[in-house]
């Protein structure tokens, strides 16, 4: 079982920055993903960023270049720069047991979210 808490989110200005932090409790078999989504209103919780096992990274395109997401230990960060409007959401953190892919029906363990707002 294990257990994710995110902590970080809160109101910035556009343009700003804000870096999401997720402890992940419990054990991680050697082939995991942990990444970000946030709960969209049109489909359902939209896959922000992720980190395999083997390192590999994804980033959804309205994104890219602008988030970055890391893992130190057993700590999931996403540091978000250049922020706009339409990144106010929850951000949820999620990781797999024993896989490595990094779909969303993939993540079997969830975070309760932490609220982004981003002011225009």
């Known amino acids: 079982q294990l257990q994710l808490v995110e902590s970080g989110g809160g109101p910035v200005q556009a343009g700003g920055s804000l870096s999401l932090s997720c402890v992940v409790s419990?054990?991680?078999?050697?082939?995991?993903?942990v990444g970000w989504f946030r709960r969209s209103t049109v489909t359902g919780r939209e896959a922000v960023a992720a980190?395999?096992?083997?390192?590999d990274t994804t980033y959804a395109e309205s994104v890219k270049g602008r988030f970055t997401i890391y893992k130190v230990s057993n700590t999931l960060s996403l540091q978000m720069d250049s922020l706009k409007a339409e990144d106010s959401d929850i951000y949820l953190c999620?990781?797999?047991?024993?896989?490595?892919?990094?779909?969303?029906?993939?993540?079997?363990?969830w975070g309760q979210g932490t609220q982004v707002t981003v002011s225009s």
């Open positions: 999620a990781a797999t047991r024993m896989t490595s892919g990094c779909s969303r029906s993939a993540m079997g363990y």
């Open positions: 419990g054990y991680l078999y050697s082939r995991y993903c």
């Open positions: 980190i395999n096992s083997n390192c």
